[in-house]
């Protein structure tokens, strides 16, 4: 491939990644949220466009999916963001709708509770200046984590109703 045919691709491919991650237009929201849990990204969608991906912490023992309270574990299906909470221990939370019926069943019959409480929040309150770091682990009790300013954008972007898939 010749010199310049690579410069041109670089162009391009660094044109897709701004634009992926460069600030959203105003008042637009998604209708769709992914998380891949080993790639540790979350991306909001509207149809197929790509609105802005994220970099993610998850709970402290994220193989695999969340099989009962207390495990650590980030659930993994097709969920819906079913509440926000503006005022919680975290900077702003988006509650997801874990465990579904499904979820509940299987705990259930492992005669285990499945646990609740799953949200993508902010940072811990009075720990904001952690920032990127928070990333440098897996640290949520099954939560997906991201900055203060990144929960801000996300919040304003993620009306309740939305779907939200988490992929291993």
């Not at 045919?5 to 991650?21: I, N, P, Q, R």
């Not at 600030?23 to 466009?49: F, H, I, W």
């Not at 994220?62 to 900077?91: C, L, M, W």
């Not at 509770?113 to 928070?134: E, F, K, R, V």
């Amino acid at each position: 491939m010749s010199l310049r045919l690579l410069a041109l691709l670089g162009v391009f491919l660094a044109a897709g990644a701004v634009t992926a991650d460069a600030d959203p237009p105003a008042n637009t929201s998604a209708d769709r949220v992914v998380v891949e849990k080993a790639a540790r990204t979350m991306t909001l969608y509207r149809g197929s466009q790509v609105l802005k991906s994220y970099k993610i912490a998850l709970g402290r023992n994220p193989e695999g999916p969340k099989a009962q309270e207390g495990d650590g574990r980030t659930p993994e299906g097709r969920y819906v963001i079913d509440a926000r909470n503006a005022q919680s221990s975290f900077h702003r939370s988006l509650h997801i709708s874990y465990p579904s019926a499904a979820d509940r069943r299987r705990a259930s019959r492992a005669h285990v509770q499945p646990g609740g409480a799953i949200m993508i929040h902010g940072l811990p309150n009075g720990l904001g200046s952690l920032g990127d770091a928070h990333r440098l682990r897996d640290w949520t009790e099954g939560c997906i984590a991201v900055t203060n300013t990144e929960i801000e954008e996300i919040w304003r972007m993620v009306p309740n109703g939305t779907p939200i898939e988490i992929r291993p």
